[in-house]
């Protein structure tokens, strides 16, 4: 079982940017792909971000394709999500999310308990 704390969320102006941290407990870190998932006011929780265990590999959505960036750093047993070029419509609630197998893009078994992130206009 892992458990994960997300941190970095905060309030920023457009066109700024943040970097989220999530902390990851246990020494199965490295066995475990890690993603990044939103949710906003009345909407649904969406993918925005995963990488592999290696950290060869990332995915992201097309909405934050080319101003976001997911890395992870094994020995420190943190997953990051640097923000950049963040627009009003990036605000919500950010969960970090590790699971084993399967699809980057849902099914995760594991969920930290979220960072808020608003993004003034």
């Known amino acids: 079982q892992v458990q994960l704390v997300e941190s970095g969320g905060g309030l920023v102006q457009a066109g700024g940017s943040l970097r989220l941290s999530c902390a990851a407990s246990?020494?199965?870190?490295?066995?475990?792909?890690m993603g990044w998932f939103r949710q906003a006011p009345g909407k649904e929780r969406e993918f925005v971000s995963a990488i592999t265990w290696t950290g060869y590999s990332t995915y992201y959505a097309d909405s934050v394709k080319g101003r976001f960036t997911i890395s992870r750093d094994n020995a420190k047993n943190t997953v990051y999500l640097q923000m950049n070029s963040l627009k009003p419509e990036d605000t919500a609630v950010y969960y970090c999310?590790?699971?084993?197998?399967?699809?980057?893009?849902?099914?995760?078994?594991?969920w930290g308990q979220g960072t808020q992130v608003t993004v003034s206009s």
């Open positions: 999310a590790a699971k084993i197998g399967g699809s980057v893009y849902n099914n995760y078994d594991y």
């Open positions: 246990g020494r199965t870190f490295r066995s475990y792909v």
